[in-house]
């Protein structure tokens, strides 16, 4: 199986429980945010782990805090506490509007997936991507909570040049910086399922889900921009396709970094209730003199990831049943003209990236009367 020869992976040593000294649930202040804090003791596996959270953090933040420590994803978790074991089923719940006590360990029943393959296939497929009012967009990207939320997770995150994909130190995530930012560049960031790879169809040789022209997009963009992968899987997917499709071997382009679900925050929309989201804030708040929001650009093909930084998203044409469509799938080719013709702008946010088809065409015709 190609996980299990992946040296590094999964890499994050669980955290010791000796350092919950006052019990298994330790509500603290955070003094720089004013914001609840719980230390939380979960047991799995006959050993237990210290989790940090906070109180205004939802079950799903709880779940991938625990994912962080076992490796076992959100998903196959299933958390069982006195009396609570329905409301922790439900993942928007916030923390703190359950009745944690201090005295009681929280117990987490659920497996490392061994075939990570297998595991992409069978999960549910989300497919209907909800449309987000304008109101409501502005709405979750203003809330204070979710910009706390971000704060947070800049301060979790450290990228790091040390040849190690991650590694945990208290409350630190360190993410390895595969090759240095280069300082004039704007950041590209791309999504995996669906915008570079088709992971329902399956395929004896995994290049045959690959979208149509991959590697001449990123040696074409790559002039201009650097490139950040960022998946809503887990650290092993995104390793092992971008390995398999030989995006990190190709010698023509140099990927920045990987980033997977643990570095997604969750929000909470009225209409469509708790969902997932990549915050570009992320990034921006690592390398503040490299990448902002004026230089930077999503592809992902749902729209709800770039709630927090909707000026940044393009969505992208979803590519599926990749043998139908293979020899005819043009998107990236398409996307480079796009990419080559704005990189020139100072503020690519001011961009409605809706309207890129007409773009790209707009600046070939421009180009050729010249
Ligand atoms: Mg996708």
Request: net charge negative.
């Amino acid at each position: 199986m190609e996980s299990s020869t992946t040296p590094s992976l999964p890499s994050v040593p669980p955290p010791s429980s000796s350092s919950s000294s006052s019990g298994p649930l330790t509500p603290a202040l955070d003094a720089e945010e004013g914001v609840e804090e719980l230390t939380l003791v979960v047991k799995w596996s006959g050993r237990e782990y210290t989790v940090r959270v906070c109180g205004d953090d939802s079950v799903a933040e709880l779940k991938r805090r625990i994912c962080e420590a076992t490796n076992v994803l959100p998903k196959r978790q299933k958390l069982l506490y006195p009396k609570l074991a329905t409301k922790l089923s439900d993942d928007s719940i916030l923390l703190c509007h359950l009745p944690l006590k201090p005295s009681v360990r929280m117990t987490m029943i659920g497996t490392v997936e061994d075939d990570i393959i297998v595991d992409q296939v069978d999960a549910p497929e989300v497919i209907d991507d909800f449309e987000l009012g304008q109101d409501e967009v502005t709405e979750i990207k203003d809330k204070e909570v979710n910009k706390q939320k971000l704060r947070r997770r800049v301060n979790q995150y450290k990228f790091s040049t040390k040849p190690l994909t991650y590694f945990w130190l208290p409350y630190v995530l360190m993410i390895e910086l595969l090759n240095p930012c280069r300082k004039g560049k704007k950041l590209l960031v791309l999504d995996i399922d669906y915008t570079l790879f088709d992971h329902r169809s399956t395929a004896e040789n995994p290049l045959e889900l690959m979208r149509p022209y991959l590697h001449e997009f990123l040696s074409a963009v790559y002039a201009e921009y650097d490139i950040i992968i960022w998946s809503a899987t887990s650290m092993k997917w995104v390793e092992l396709k971008m390995g398999q499709l030989g995006v990190l071997s190709n010698p023509n382009y140099k990927i920045t970094a990987l980033l997977d679900h643990l570095a997604m925050i969750t929000v909470q929309s009225d209409s469509h209730g708790i969902f997932e989201c990549k915050p570009l804030g992320l990034i921006w708040g690592q390398f503040p003199e490299v990448y902002n929001s004026k230089n930077t650009i999503m592809f992902d093909d749902l729209r709800r990831n770039f709630v927090m930084n909707p000026q940044n998203g393009l969505i992208i044409k979803p590519f599926r049943k990749a043998h139908l469509y293979r020899g005819t799938d043009q998107e990236l080719m398409k996307l480079t003209r796009y990419l080559l013709a704005i990189a020139g702008l100072d503020d690519l946010s001011l961009l409605d990236h809706g309207y890129w088809e007409s773009y790209a065409e707009d600046s070939t015709k421009r180009r050729r009367h010249r």
